[in-house]
């Protein structure tokens, strides 16, 4: 079974018909989703509430787990010192949080760690600091950081899920909509992603979505970070 969360629009989306296609089963999370398949069951649940993700009850069948963290949000686009009112919080509620709750609600359950796969999502923007986007930035290095640990912290107990933290690109979803409507007074990066949609570099959700399924079909390579752009 696989779950994924933040599958209604973009990237999750785009994972989730994949999958569905493929004759595979989908337990989806999040706050909404248009699917409609025998082999797809969904949870509801808003990961800025803490507690509704700490109380989602994932009963887990036998056989291989695959758990994708797809779900987030890029935040407010504005440098730290104008911001009115800060959303750290919340950005790191749902980009880092729920992801590591639902990794060890899963993973608590799993009788086989070698048939556990882990997918966080993460972004270049792990890895590079780019002004107007601290939170998000300072929330997928925490994210690629707990992903690597929690790898090593498996391989010294023996166990060997396969385990990744995956930038998937610039892919032509609502995040980049939200990236490209920000002010060039609050966002000096912005004509960057305009010309990126304008001269159609950008990677669908489709292409992103089969890129990734293409790299979990392969032997686990103890590469804990991968960049789409480079498969
Ligand atoms: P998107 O189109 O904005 O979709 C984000 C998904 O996350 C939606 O399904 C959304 O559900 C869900 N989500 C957001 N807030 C949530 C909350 N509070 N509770 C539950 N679900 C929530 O973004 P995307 O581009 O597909 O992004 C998917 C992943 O790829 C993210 O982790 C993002 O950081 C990463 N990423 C994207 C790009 C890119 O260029 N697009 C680049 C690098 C990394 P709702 O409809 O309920 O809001």
Wanted: proline share 4%; charged share 20%.
């Amino acid at each position: 079974m696989y779950i994924v969360t933040g599958i209604s629009r973009g990237l999750g989306k785009a994972i989730v018909s994949q999958l569905l296609e493929a004759g595979e089963t989908v337990l989806g999370i999040g706050r909404s989703h248009d699917f409609s398949h025998p082999n797809f069951s969904f949870l509801s649940c808003d990961f800025r509430n803490n507690e509704a993700v700490h109380n989602l009850k994932i009963d887990l069948p036998e056989g291989p787990i695959t758990l994708i963290n797809n779900a987030g949000v890029i935040g407010t686009i504005q440098r730290i010192s104008d911001q009115k009112s800060l959303d750290t919080q919340e950005v790191m509620q749902v980009n880092v949080i729920a992801p590591m709750v639902l990794l060890h609600k899963v993973y608590r359950q799993v009788s086989d760690p070698s048939n556990f796969t882990l997918v966080n999502i993460s972004s270049g923007a792990a890895n590079r600091a780019i002004p107007s986007w601290a939170n998000y930035c300072a929330s997928k290095a925490a994210l690629n950081m707990l992903t690597e640990t929690f790898y090593l912290e498996e391989k010294e107990k023996e166990n060997y899920p396969k385990v990744y933290a995956i930038a998937p690109g610039v892919v032509d979803t609502d995040m980049q909509v939200q990236i490209r409507a920000a002010s060039e007074t609050d966002f000096s990066s912005v004509e960057n992603f305009r010309e990126m949609k304008l001269t159609n570099s950008l990677y669908s959700p489709d292409l992103a979505a089969n890129k990734m399924l293409t790299l979990l079909k392969q032997p686990f390579s103890g590469l804990v970070f991968q960049d789409l752009r480079s498969i």
